[in-house]
């Protein structure tokens, strides 16, 4: 029995008011430089705020048609990595999207550096919510050792 994926990909897939899932294609893992045949899936979400500027939650893959699909929903404003695992692809929709915001969260700057990563980080994350989402969304810092998180409340 194969690895499936939870088609379709890379369409926005509604899930409330202004919030929706979007399913990405797999990746792999890969320890120094070794790609493992240990394929998982992707998923970003994406939350409409009340001034219509977009939340994305761990970015996926950028496919054009995807971020077409996104612009009719909003600006994409904000790219968030949530924890220090979920940042792979902010760069990719950085560049495509240079006026969005990217958040850091804790130790994502050294890993995406110790990974030679191809993004830069606008802005980190803090125990209380920026002003651009504060009505919209609550968030806390999960503190998990060596492995923190930031949770999300829409």
């Known amino acids: 029995m194969g690895a499936s994926l939870y088609d379709p990909i890379n369409v926005y897939k509604c899930q409330g008011p202004d919030i929706g899932v979007v399913?990405?294609?797999?990746?792999?893992?890969?320890?120094?430089?070794?790609?493992?045949?240990?394929?998982?899936?992707?998923?970003?979400?994406?939350?409409?705020?009340?001034?219509?500027?977009?939340?994305?939650?761990?970015?996926?893959?950028?496919?054009?048609?995807?971020?077409?699909?996104?612009?009719n929903l909003g600006r994409i404003r904000h790219l968030v990595s949530p924890n220090q695992f979920h940042y792979a692809h902010i760069g990719e929709w950085s560049k495509v999207f240079p006026e969005a915001i990217t958040w850091a969260s804790p130790r994502v700057r050294q890993r995406a550096l110790a990974r030679h990563a191809d993004v830069t980080f606008t802005r980190d994350l803090e125990i209380k919510p920026p002003e651009a989402w504060r009505q919209d969304i609550d968030q806390m810092l999960f503190p998990g050792g060596y492995f923190k998180e930031f949770i999300f409340f829409h």
Do not use: C, Q
Request: glycine share 4%; no cysteine.
């Open 23 to 71: 399913d990405g294609p797999f990746e792999y893992l890969t320890i120094a430089g070794v790609k493992l045949p240990l394929p998982f899936t992707t998923r970003m979400t994406v939350v409409r705020l009340s001034n219509d500027d977009l939340f994305v939650h761990s970015p996926i893959k950028f496919a054009a048609t995807l971020a077409e699909e996104l612009r």
